[in-house]
T-cell receptor, first 110, second 116 residues
Framework: TQLLEQSPQFLSIQEGENLTVYCNSSSVFSSLQWYRQEPGEGPVLLVTVVTGGEVKKLKRLTFQFGDARKDSSLHITAAQPGDTGLYLCAGLYNFNKFYFGSGTKLNVKP | EPEVTQTPSHQVTQMGQEVILRCVPISNHLYFYWYRQILGQKVEFLVSFYNNEISEKSEIFDDQFSVERPDGSNFTLKIRSTKLEDSAMYFC??????????????FGPGTRLTVT
């Protein structure tokens, strides 16, 4: 069962462009987390959103949790080559179990 | 800054052998997790553990798998009789308080398990 759908799977853009990654589900989550993962390493937590409608900013990254707590988005403004990596969303379901999206592989070209 | 550690970083084993993967969670965390990631695929939840018992497990976590917290610091994942398809990165994670809704997890660097 694909509980969390993440899109797009791949994104290749030029430095300075904006982008949005989406994470969607038909299930309600207690919270949702965004991670970044480098090859051969563990996911590194970027942010957690808990409240429906919540917006959090981390420098050029803006994270939003949907009002119904079923979806989330990550928006990057003026992307830089250092933003290149795999971005993962993960939803906490029933306070006990985390479901990961399949990831978005971002490539920012200089 | 506190971090989750895992050993070994790479384990090669023959099919049918038992392996134990070790994790030391962050010291004040109470919830522990194991995930696996087959090369090129998504991170998959295996099991969560709290108060010395399994809280939740996925369909992947069958009778071949077990978890233990043998002392106050280690958290282990045992695979009794490894299969080729068990080859993957195994990540341990810990968190403070998911029952209060946030549940920030911190991941270890992973153990790469190769079954030959």
């Amino acid at each position: 069962t694909q509980l969390l759908e993440q899109s797009p799977q791949f994104l290749s853009i030029q430095e300075g462009e904006n982008l949005t990654v989406y994470c969607n589900s038909s299930s309600v989550f207690s919270s949702l987390q965004w991670y970044r993962q480098e090859p051969g390493e563990g996911p590194v937590l970027l942010v957690t959103v808990v409240t429906g409608g919540e917006v959090k900013k981390l420098k050029r990254l803006t994270f939003q949790f949907g009002d119904a707590r079923k979806d989330s988005s990550l928006h990057i403004t003026a992307a830089q080559p250092g933003d290149t990596g795999l971005y993962l969303c993960a939803g906490l379901y029933n306070f006990n179990k985390f479901y990961f999206g399949s990831g978005t592989k971002l490539n920012v070209k200089p | 800054e506190p971090e989750v550690t895992q050993t070994p970083s790479h384990q090669v084993t023959q099919m049918g052998q038992e392996v134990i993967l070790r994790c030391v969670p962050i010291s004040n965390h109470l919830y522990f997790y194991w995930y696996r990631q087959i090369l090129g695929q998504k991170v998959e939840f295996l099991v969560s553990f709290y108060n010395n018992e399994i809280s939740e497990k996925s369909e992947i976590f069958d009778d071949q798998f077990s978890v233990e917290r043998p002392d106050g610091s280690n958290f282990t994942l045992k695979i009794r009789s490894t299969k080729l398809e068990d080859s993957a990165m195994y990540f341990c994670a810990s968190s403070e308080r998911p029952r209060q809704g946030a549940g920030e997890q911190y991941f270890g660097p992973g153990t790469r398990l190769t079954v030959t």
